[in-house]
Protein backbone atom coordinates (compact mmCIF):
# COMPACT_ATOMS: atom_id res chain seq x y z
CA UNK A 1 0.00 0.00 0.00
CA UNK A 2 1.38 3.18 -0.91
CA UNK A 3 0.50 6.80 0.61
CA UNK A 4 -3.11 8.16 -0.96
CA UNK A 5 -1.12 10.67 -3.00
CA UNK A 6 2.23 12.29 -3.23
CA UNK A 7 2.61 15.60 -1.44
CA UNK A 8 2.89 16.93 -5.39
CA UNK A 9 -0.38 16.12 -6.52
CA UNK A 10 -2.43 16.53 -3.18
CA UNK A 11 -4.12 19.68 -2.73
CA UNK A 12 -4.21 21.02 0.89
CA UNK A 13 -7.53 21.61 2.91
CA UNK A 14 -7.05 24.01 5.65
CA UNK A 15 -10.15 23.95 7.80
CA UNK A 16 -11.49 26.46 11.24
CA UNK A 17 -13.63 25.53 13.38
CA UNK A 18 -15.93 27.41 15.00
CA UNK A 19 -18.37 26.75 18.24
CA UNK A 20 -19.38 23.40 19.81
CA UNK A 21 -18.14 19.61 19.39
CA UNK A 22 -20.69 19.30 16.89
CA UNK A 23 -18.87 21.33 15.08
CA UNK A 24 -15.66 19.31 15.95
CA UNK A 25 -17.14 16.05 14.61
CA UNK A 26 -18.55 18.07 11.31
CA UNK A 27 -15.28 19.46 10.62
CA UNK A 28 -13.85 16.17 10.89
CA UNK A 29 -16.40 14.26 8.69
CA UNK A 30 -15.98 17.07 5.85
CA UNK A 31 -12.16 16.37 5.56
CA UNK A 32 -12.70 12.77 5.08
CA UNK A 33 -15.23 14.24 2.61
CA UNK A 34 -12.76 16.02 1.18
CA UNK A 35 -10.31 13.36 1.47
CA UNK A 36 -12.39 11.29 -0.77
CA UNK A 37 -11.82 14.06 -3.48
CA UNK A 38 -7.82 13.93 -3.03
CA UNK A 39 -7.16 16.60 -0.15
CA UNK A 40 -5.73 16.51 2.81
CA UNK A 41 -5.28 18.50 5.97
CA UNK A 42 -3.28 20.79 6.48
CA UNK A 43 -2.28 23.95 9.32
CA UNK A 44 -0.93 26.23 7.24
CA UNK A 45 -3.66 28.52 5.72
CA UNK A 46 -1.42 29.64 3.44
CA UNK A 47 -0.22 26.49 1.74
CA UNK A 48 -3.77 25.93 1.31
CA UNK A 49 -5.46 25.63 -1.37
CA UNK A 50 -9.42 25.21 -0.14
CA UNK A 51 -10.34 27.14 3.13
CA UNK A 52 -13.30 25.82 4.68
CA UNK A 53 -14.43 27.87 7.84
CA UNK A 54 -16.69 25.67 10.18
CA UNK A 55 -18.92 28.84 11.95
CA UNK A 56 -21.20 28.92 15.12
CA UNK A 57 -23.44 31.37 15.03
CA UNK A 58 -24.55 31.26 18.96
CA UNK A 59 -23.77 34.38 20.05
CA UNK A 60 -23.05 37.89 17.91
CA UNK A 61 -19.56 37.61 18.43
CA UNK A 62 -18.80 34.06 17.44
CA UNK A 63 -21.02 35.00 14.38
CA UNK A 64 -18.86 38.47 13.88
CA UNK A 65 -16.05 36.32 13.61
CA UNK A 66 -16.42 34.68 10.30
CA UNK A 67 -16.52 38.44 8.89
CA UNK A 68 -13.03 39.45 10.38
CA UNK A 69 -11.59 36.41 9.32
CA UNK A 70 -12.90 36.49 6.08
CA UNK A 71 -12.04 39.71 5.48
CA UNK A 72 -7.90 38.73 6.60
CA UNK A 73 -8.69 36.23 3.56
CA UNK A 74 -8.54 38.75 1.57
CA UNK A 75 -5.02 38.97 0.57
CA UNK A 76 -4.30 35.81 0.21
CA UNK A 77 -7.42 35.51 -2.42
CA UNK A 78 -5.64 37.80 -4.50
CA UNK A 79 -2.60 36.26 -4.45
CA UNK A 80 -4.50 33.05 -4.83
CA UNK A 81 -6.94 33.34 -7.07
CA UNK A 82 -7.61 29.86 -7.71
CA UNK A 83 -8.09 29.31 -3.92
CA UNK A 84 -11.97 28.01 -3.16
CA UNK A 85 -13.41 29.82 0.15
CA UNK A 86 -16.23 27.71 1.68
CA UNK A 87 -18.21 28.73 4.63
CA UNK A 88 -20.25 26.12 6.91
CA UNK A 89 -21.67 25.44 9.90
CA UNK A 90 -24.42 27.35 11.77
CA UNK A 91 -23.78 30.86 10.23
CA UNK A 92 -23.70 29.56 6.59
CA UNK A 93 -27.44 27.56 7.79
CA UNK A 94 -28.40 31.00 9.37
CA UNK A 95 -27.21 33.47 6.67
CA UNK A 96 -27.05 31.90 3.67
CA UNK A 97 -26.42 33.79 0.33
CA UNK A 98 -26.59 36.94 2.73
CA UNK A 99 -23.20 35.82 3.38
CA UNK A 100 -21.78 35.67 -0.37
CA UNK A 101 -23.41 39.32 -0.46
CA UNK A 102 -21.15 40.53 2.17
CA UNK A 103 -18.00 39.18 1.09
CA UNK A 104 -18.12 38.13 -2.57
CA UNK A 105 -14.77 36.00 -2.12
CA UNK A 106 -16.82 32.96 -0.43
CA UNK A 107 -17.14 30.21 -2.93
CA UNK A 108 -19.62 27.75 -1.23
CA UNK A 109 -21.95 28.06 1.37
CA UNK A 110 -22.53 24.90 2.91
CA UNK A 111 -25.39 24.09 6.01
CA UNK A 112 -24.64 21.91 8.83
CA UNK A 113 -27.36 18.90 7.24
CA UNK A 114 -25.65 18.94 3.62
CA UNK A 115 -21.67 18.98 3.95
CA UNK A 116 -21.63 15.29 2.52
CA UNK A 117 -22.40 17.24 -0.95
CA UNK A 118 -19.24 19.45 -0.60
CA UNK A 119 -17.42 17.13 -3.10
CA UNK A 120 -20.45 18.07 -5.45
CA UNK A 121 -20.28 21.86 -5.06
CA UNK A 122 -16.67 21.88 -5.87
CA UNK A 123 -16.64 20.30 -8.69
CA UNK A 124 -19.46 22.46 -9.89
CA UNK A 125 -22.32 19.60 -9.72
CA UNK A 126 -24.38 21.11 -6.80
CA UNK A 127 -25.32 24.73 -6.40
CA UNK A 128 -22.84 27.06 -4.43
CA UNK A 129 -24.96 28.00 -1.79
CA UNK A 130 -26.60 24.39 -0.41
CA UNK A 131 -28.73 25.51 3.32
CA UNK A 132 -31.55 23.37 3.49
CA UNK A 133 -32.69 20.67 5.03
CA UNK A 134 -32.78 17.82 2.97
CA UNK A 135 -34.95 14.22 3.86
CA UNK A 136 -31.94 12.28 2.80
CA UNK A 137 -29.33 11.90 5.86
CA UNK A 138 -26.04 13.17 5.30
CA UNK A 139 -24.29 9.75 7.35
CA UNK A 140 -25.46 8.01 4.44
CA UNK A 141 -23.91 9.73 1.85
CA UNK A 142 -20.02 10.33 3.71
CA UNK A 143 -17.61 8.29 3.16
CA UNK A 144 -16.70 5.76 5.59
CA UNK A 145 -14.41 6.94 8.15
CA UNK A 146 -11.03 6.65 7.28
CA UNK A 147 -8.76 3.61 8.36
CA UNK A 148 -6.56 5.71 9.89
CA UNK A 149 -5.23 5.41 13.64
CA UNK A 150 -6.95 7.74 15.85
CA UNK A 151 -6.65 9.78 18.81
CA UNK A 152 -7.66 7.96 21.93
CA UNK A 153 -10.51 9.77 22.91
CA UNK A 154 -13.33 10.37 19.78
CA UNK A 155 -16.18 12.36 19.63
CA UNK A 156 -19.49 10.43 17.58
CA UNK A 157 -22.55 12.83 16.84
CA UNK A 158 -25.78 10.37 17.61
CA UNK A 159 -28.41 13.10 17.67
CA UNK A 160 -28.79 16.20 15.86
CA UNK A 161 -31.02 19.13 15.70
CA UNK A 162 -33.49 20.57 18.88
CA UNK A 163 -37.08 21.05 19.34
CA UNK A 164 -37.17 22.54 22.84
CA UNK A 165 -37.25 26.45 21.68
CA UNK A 166 -35.59 27.98 24.48
CA UNK A 167 -36.25 31.73 23.65
CA UNK A 168 -32.84 32.90 23.47
CA UNK A 169 -31.23 30.15 21.05
CA UNK A 170 -30.35 30.13 17.10
CA UNK A 171 -29.88 26.17 17.43
CA UNK A 172 -33.74 25.13 16.33
CA UNK A 173 -33.08 27.25 13.63
CA UNK A 174 -29.48 26.56 12.56
CA UNK A 175 -29.96 22.74 13.20
CA UNK A 176 -33.08 21.82 12.15
CA UNK A 177 -35.51 19.29 14.32
CA UNK A 178 -34.33 17.02 16.66
CA UNK A 179 -32.98 13.53 14.90
CA UNK A 180 -31.62 10.51 16.12
CA UNK A 181 -28.85 8.25 14.19
CA UNK A 182 -30.16 4.44 14.62
CA UNK A 183 -28.83 2.11 16.62
CA UNK A 184 -27.08 -0.23 14.29
CA UNK A 185 -25.44 3.26 12.53
CA UNK A 186 -24.27 4.11 15.84
CA UNK A 187 -22.29 1.05 17.18
CA UNK A 188 -20.89 0.38 14.32
CA UNK A 189 -19.41 3.89 13.83
CA UNK A 190 -18.16 2.95 17.93
CA UNK A 191 -16.41 -0.43 17.19
CA UNK A 192 -14.70 0.99 14.24
CA UNK A 193 -13.39 3.57 16.21
CA UNK A 194 -12.42 1.11 18.86
CA UNK A 195 -10.75 -1.18 16.01
CA UNK A 196 -8.45 2.14 15.52
CA UNK A 197 -7.41 3.12 18.74
CA UNK A 198 -10.10 4.68 20.20
CA UNK A 199 -10.81 3.95 24.15
CA UNK A 200 -13.70 6.64 24.72
CA UNK A 201 -16.18 8.07 22.93
CA UNK A 202 -18.52 10.84 23.86
CA UNK A 203 -21.69 10.91 22.20
CA UNK A 204 -22.78 13.95 20.84
CA UNK A 205 -26.45 15.78 20.22
CA UNK A 206 -27.90 19.16 21.00
CA UNK A 207 -30.16 17.37 23.35
CA UNK A 208 -27.97 14.16 23.37
CA UNK A 209 -30.26 12.59 26.26
CA UNK A 210 -33.20 13.20 23.75
CA UNK A 211 -31.68 10.20 21.33
CA UNK A 212 -34.15 7.57 21.37
CA UNK A 213 -34.44 4.63 18.16
CA UNK A 214 -35.28 0.84 17.86
CA UNK A 215 -33.10 -1.22 19.40
CA UNK A 216 -32.27 -4.51 17.71
CA UNK A 217 -34.67 -6.22 20.02
CA UNK A 218 -37.40 -4.17 18.32
CA UNK A 219 -37.78 -2.18 21.27
CA UNK A 220 -38.03 1.77 21.34
CA UNK A 221 -34.82 2.50 23.45
CA UNK A 222 -33.88 5.33 25.29
CA UNK A 223 -30.73 6.96 25.64
CA UNK A 224 -29.56 5.06 28.82
CA UNK A 225 -30.11 1.86 26.97
CA UNK A 226 -28.14 2.72 24.24
CA UNK A 227 -25.04 3.48 26.62
CA UNK A 228 -25.57 0.29 28.12
CA UNK A 229 -25.15 -1.47 24.44
CA UNK A 230 -21.78 0.99 23.94
CA UNK A 231 -20.78 -0.38 27.40
CA UNK A 232 -20.69 -4.02 25.73
CA UNK A 233 -18.30 -2.69 23.36
CA UNK A 234 -15.36 -4.50 23.93
CA UNK A 235 -11.94 -2.43 23.91
CA UNK A 236 -14.20 0.83 25.14
CA UNK A 237 -13.35 1.45 27.88
CA UNK A 238 -14.57 5.31 29.00
CA UNK A 239 -17.86 6.83 27.61
CA UNK A 240 -19.06 10.43 27.85
CA UNK A 241 -21.94 12.39 26.40
CA UNK A 242 -22.86 16.47 25.62
CA UNK A 243 -25.01 18.12 25.98
CA UNK A 244 -27.90 16.77 27.73
CA UNK A 245 -31.07 18.55 28.59
CA UNK A 246 -32.36 18.19 32.59
CA UNK A 247 -35.77 17.46 31.02
CA UNK A 248 -34.60 14.48 29.16
CA UNK A 249 -32.92 12.56 32.13
CA UNK A 250 -35.07 9.64 32.19
CA UNK A 251 -34.68 7.13 34.95
CA UNK A 252 -32.86 4.46 33.01
CA UNK A 253 -30.13 7.62 31.71
CA UNK A 254 -29.89 8.28 35.73
CA UNK A 255 -29.40 4.52 36.82
CA UNK A 256 -26.87 4.03 33.94
CA UNK A 257 -25.05 6.27 35.88
CA UNK A 258 -24.98 4.07 38.95
CA UNK A 259 -24.99 0.72 37.15
CA UNK A 260 -22.21 1.35 34.06
CA UNK A 261 -18.62 1.54 35.43
CA UNK A 262 -17.20 2.93 31.50
CA UNK A 263 -19.87 6.30 31.95
CA UNK A 264 -18.07 8.61 33.71
CA UNK A 265 -18.99 10.40 36.57
CA UNK A 266 -19.59 13.87 34.81
CA UNK A 267 -22.37 15.54 33.84
CA UNK A 268 -22.65 18.80 31.82
CA UNK A 269 -26.37 19.40 32.28
CA UNK A 270 -27.12 23.01 31.65
CA UNK A 271 -29.71 25.18 33.95
CA UNK A 272 -28.91 28.63 32.51
CA UNK A 273 -30.49 30.06 35.51
CA UNK A 274 -32.13 29.75 38.81
CA UNK A 275 -34.47 31.75 38.94
CA UNK A 276 -38.25 30.48 38.01
CA UNK A 277 -39.17 34.12 36.53
CA UNK A 278 -36.53 33.71 34.22
CA UNK A 279 -36.60 30.05 33.22
CA UNK A 280 -40.02 30.60 32.27
CA UNK A 281 -38.96 33.39 30.01
CA UNK A 282 -36.22 31.69 28.73
CA UNK A 283 -38.81 28.35 27.46
CA UNK A 284 -36.92 26.19 29.90
CA UNK A 285 -40.27 23.67 31.17
CA UNK A 286 -38.76 23.14 34.31
CA UNK A 287 -37.89 25.52 37.40
CA UNK A 288 -35.29 25.40 39.90
CA UNK A 289 -36.61 22.89 42.14
CA UNK A 290 -36.89 20.71 39.23
CA UNK A 291 -33.41 21.05 38.73
CA UNK A 292 -32.02 20.69 42.15
CA UNK A 293 -34.28 17.31 43.02
CA UNK A 294 -32.99 15.98 39.57
CA UNK A 295 -29.63 16.37 41.03
CA UNK A 296 -30.15 14.84 43.87
CA UNK A 297 -31.36 11.75 42.22
CA UNK A 298 -28.45 11.92 39.86
CA UNK A 299 -26.20 11.97 43.23
CA UNK A 300 -28.15 9.53 44.57
CA UNK A 301 -27.15 6.77 41.59
CA UNK A 302 -23.39 8.11 41.70
CA UNK A 303 -21.95 10.13 44.49
CA UNK A 304 -19.37 10.89 43.14
CA UNK A 305 -20.36 12.36 39.84
CA UNK A 306 -19.17 15.89 38.95
CA UNK A 307 -21.55 18.64 37.44
CA UNK A 308 -20.97 21.37 34.97
CA UNK A 309 -23.47 24.13 33.37
CA UNK A 310 -23.87 26.67 31.02
CA UNK A 311 -25.46 30.41 32.91
CA UNK A 312 -26.99 33.19 30.71
CA UNK A 313 -26.90 36.41 32.74
CA UNK A 314 -28.86 39.22 31.93
CA UNK A 315 -31.79 38.05 29.84
CA UNK A 316 -33.95 40.37 29.22
CA UNK A 317 -36.56 41.23 32.44
CA UNK A 318 -33.88 39.76 35.11
CA UNK A 319 -33.89 41.29 38.32
CA UNK A 320 -31.15 41.43 40.91
CA UNK A 321 -33.11 39.23 42.67
CA UNK A 322 -33.36 36.44 39.62
CA UNK A 323 -29.35 37.10 39.70
CA UNK A 324 -29.09 35.99 43.45
CA UNK A 325 -31.76 33.03 42.76
CA UNK A 326 -29.08 31.41 40.46
CA UNK A 327 -26.45 32.34 42.59
CA UNK A 328 -28.07 30.73 45.58
CA UNK A 329 -28.49 27.88 43.07
CA UNK A 330 -25.05 27.46 42.51
CA UNK A 331 -24.27 28.11 45.38
CA UNK A 332 -26.48 24.74 46.45
CA UNK A 333 -25.24 22.74 43.47
CA UNK A 334 -21.62 22.89 44.02
CA UNK A 335 -20.58 22.75 39.88
CA UNK A 336 -16.74 21.20 39.07
CA UNK A 337 -17.13 23.96 36.13
CA UNK A 338 -18.97 25.76 33.85
CA UNK A 339 -19.50 28.32 31.17
CA UNK A 340 -21.21 31.35 31.42
CA UNK A 341 -22.07 34.25 28.97
CA UNK A 342 -24.37 37.29 28.85
CA UNK A 343 -27.09 37.29 26.76
CA UNK A 344 -26.59 37.93 23.16
CA UNK A 345 -29.93 38.79 21.21
CA UNK A 346 -29.92 36.53 18.43
CA UNK A 347 -32.07 37.49 15.00
CA UNK A 348 -35.03 35.53 14.59
CA UNK A 349 -35.20 34.07 18.30
CA UNK A 350 -38.49 34.94 20.71
CA UNK A 351 -36.32 36.71 23.12
CA UNK A 352 -34.74 38.86 20.14
CA UNK A 353 -37.48 42.04 20.53
CA UNK A 354 -37.43 41.98 24.49
CA UNK A 355 -35.79 45.22 26.01
CA UNK A 356 -32.72 44.22 27.69
CA UNK A 357 -30.94 44.69 30.61
CA UNK A 358 -28.35 47.67 31.17
CA UNK A 359 -24.86 46.18 29.11
CA UNK A 360 -22.32 47.34 32.12
CA UNK A 361 -24.93 45.99 34.89
CA UNK A 362 -25.26 42.45 33.07
CA UNK A 363 -21.69 42.42 32.64
CA UNK A 364 -20.83 43.08 36.72
CA UNK A 365 -23.76 40.35 37.36
CA UNK A 366 -21.53 37.95 34.85
CA UNK A 367 -18.08 39.36 37.02
CA UNK A 368 -20.07 37.93 40.33
CA UNK A 369 -21.20 34.88 39.15
CA UNK A 370 -17.87 33.97 37.34
CA UNK A 371 -15.92 34.75 40.76
CA UNK A 372 -18.35 32.37 42.17
CA UNK A 373 -17.77 29.12 39.57
CA UNK A 374 -14.26 29.87 39.57
CA UNK A 375 -13.90 29.65 43.46
CA UNK A 376 -16.22 26.15 42.90
CA UNK A 377 -13.91 24.77 40.08
CA UNK A 378 -10.75 25.50 41.85
CA UNK A 379 -12.42 23.71 45.21
CA UNK A 380 -13.24 20.69 43.14
CA UNK A 381 -9.83 20.14 41.33
CA UNK A 382 -8.33 20.97 44.82
CA UNK A 383 -10.76 18.01 46.10
CA UNK A 384 -8.97 15.62 43.47
CA UNK A 385 -6.10 15.59 45.48
CA UNK A 386 -5.27 12.57 47.53
CA UNK A 387 -7.30 10.52 45.11
CA UNK A 388 -6.81 7.62 42.78
CA UNK A 389 -8.43 8.15 39.12
CA UNK A 390 -8.52 6.86 35.98
CA UNK A 391 -6.33 8.75 33.45
CA UNK A 392 -5.96 8.15 29.38
CA UNK A 393 -2.89 9.75 27.85
CA UNK A 394 -3.71 11.99 25.36
CA UNK A 395 0.11 13.20 24.20
CA UNK A 396 3.43 13.50 25.84
CA UNK A 397 3.40 16.58 28.62
CA UNK A 398 6.24 19.58 28.49
CA UNK A 399 8.92 17.61 30.26
CA UNK A 400 10.81 14.43 29.03
CA UNK A 401 9.47 11.31 30.09
CA UNK A 402 6.35 12.81 31.06
CA UNK A 403 2.73 12.02 29.68
CA UNK A 404 -0.55 14.38 30.22
CA UNK A 405 -4.32 12.67 29.76
CA UNK A 406 -7.59 13.15 31.22
CA UNK A 407 -9.06 11.78 34.76
CA UNK A 408 -12.33 10.80 34.93
CA UNK A 409 -13.30 14.30 35.83
CA UNK A 410 -11.68 15.68 32.12
CA UNK A 411 -9.50 17.08 34.47
CA UNK A 412 -5.91 17.38 32.91
CA UNK A 413 -3.04 15.35 34.59
CA UNK A 414 0.66 15.50 34.06
CA UNK A 415 1.76 12.28 34.59
CA UNK A 416 6.00 11.11 35.32
CA UNK A 417 5.41 7.83 33.06
CA UNK A 418 8.57 7.30 30.44
CA UNK A 419 7.30 4.14 29.99
CA UNK A 420 4.03 5.05 28.72
CA UNK A 421 2.36 5.38 25.79
CA UNK A 422 -0.53 7.82 24.40
CA UNK A 423 -3.74 5.61 24.81
CA UNK A 424 -2.59 4.16 27.71
CA UNK A 425 -5.29 4.14 30.15
CA UNK A 426 -3.70 4.18 33.82
CA UNK A 427 -4.39 4.34 37.75
CA UNK A 428 -3.18 7.85 38.79
CA UNK A 429 -2.68 9.31 42.44
CA UNK A 430 -3.70 13.13 42.13
CA UNK A 431 -0.62 14.86 44.27
CA UNK A 432 -0.94 18.41 43.45
CA UNK A 433 -3.44 20.64 41.69
CA UNK A 434 -2.09 23.31 39.48
CA UNK A 435 -4.26 26.51 38.60
CA UNK A 436 -5.21 24.65 35.44
CA UNK A 437 -4.25 20.97 35.36
CA UNK A 438 -3.67 18.50 38.29
CA UNK A 439 -0.01 16.51 38.82
CA UNK A 440 0.15 12.86 39.41
CA UNK A 441 2.24 9.83 40.43
CA UNK A 442 1.51 6.21 38.57
CA UNK A 443 0.02 3.44 40.87
CA UNK A 444 1.57 0.18 40.87
N1 LIG B 1 -28.38 22.30 23.88
C1 LIG B 1 -27.67 22.90 24.91
C2 LIG B 1 -27.07 24.24 24.60
C3 LIG B 1 -26.38 24.51 23.35
S1 LIG B 1 -25.86 26.16 23.19
C4 LIG B 1 -28.58 23.07 26.10
O1 LIG B 1 -29.77 23.14 25.96
O2 LIG B 1 -28.08 23.19 27.17
C5 LIG B 1 -24.60 26.30 24.43
C6 LIG B 1 -24.83 27.38 25.43
O3 LIG B 1 -24.75 28.65 24.83
C7 LIG B 1 -26.20 27.37 26.07
O4 LIG B 1 -26.30 26.43 27.08
C8 LIG B 1 -26.34 28.78 26.57
O5 LIG B 1 -25.84 28.90 27.88
C9 LIG B 1 -25.47 29.58 25.61
N2 LIG B 1 -26.30 30.40 24.73
C10 LIG B 1 -27.16 29.99 23.78
N3 LIG B 1 -27.77 31.04 23.20
C11 LIG B 1 -27.27 32.14 23.79
C12 LIG B 1 -27.52 33.55 23.63
N4 LIG B 1 -28.40 34.00 22.75
N5 LIG B 1 -26.81 34.40 24.42
C13 LIG B 1 -25.92 33.94 25.32
N6 LIG B 1 -25.66 32.65 25.51
C14 LIG B 1 -26.32 31.75 24.76
FE1 LIG C 1 -30.79 25.81 22.35
FE2 LIG C 1 -32.51 25.22 24.26
FE3 LIG C 1 -32.21 23.59 22.20
FE4 LIG C 1 -30.29 23.82 24.02
S1 LIG C 1 -32.35 23.03 24.37
S2 LIG C 1 -30.03 23.79 21.80
S3 LIG C 1 -30.40 25.96 24.54
S4 LIG C 1 -33.04 25.65 22.12
FE1 LIG D 1 -22.66 27.11 17.55
FE2 LIG D 1 -24.11 25.73 15.91
FE3 LIG D 1 -22.80 24.52 17.85
S1 LIG D 1 -24.61 27.70 16.68
S2 LIG D 1 -22.78 26.07 19.44
S3 LIG D 1 -21.90 25.59 16.17
S4 LIG D 1 -24.80 24.01 17.10
Known sequence: MTNDASPKAAKKLFIK????????????????????????????????????????HIREKAAEKLYSDLGRLKPLKSEKPDLKIGVAGCVAQAEGEEIVRRMPLVDLVVGPQ??????????????????????????DHLPARQAT???????????????????????????????????????????????????????LGQNVNGWHG??????????????????????????????????DMADDLIEAH???????????????????RILKAMNRRHTATQYLRLIERI???????????????????????DHADTLRLIEEVGFGTAFSFKYSPRPGTPAYERAEVDGALADARLQELQALLTRQQ??????????????????PGRLPGQMV???????????????????????????????????GELVA
Open 17 to 56: TYGCQMNVYDSQRMAEAMGAEGYVLTEDQAEADMVLLNTC
Open 114 to 139: TYHRLPAMLRGEAPAILTEFPAEDKF
Open 149 to 203: RRAPAAFLTVQEGCDKFCAFCVVPYTRGAEVSRPVDRILREARDLVGRGVREITL
Open 214 to 247: EGPDGREWGFGRLIRALADTAGLDRIRYTTSHPN
Open 258 to 276: GAVPQLMPYLHLPVQSGSD
Open 299 to 321: RAARPDIMLTSDFIVGFPGETDQ
Open 378 to 395: KAAQEGMVGRTLGVLFEK
Open 405 to 439: GKSDYLHSVFVEAPEAQVGDLVQVRIVESAPNSLH
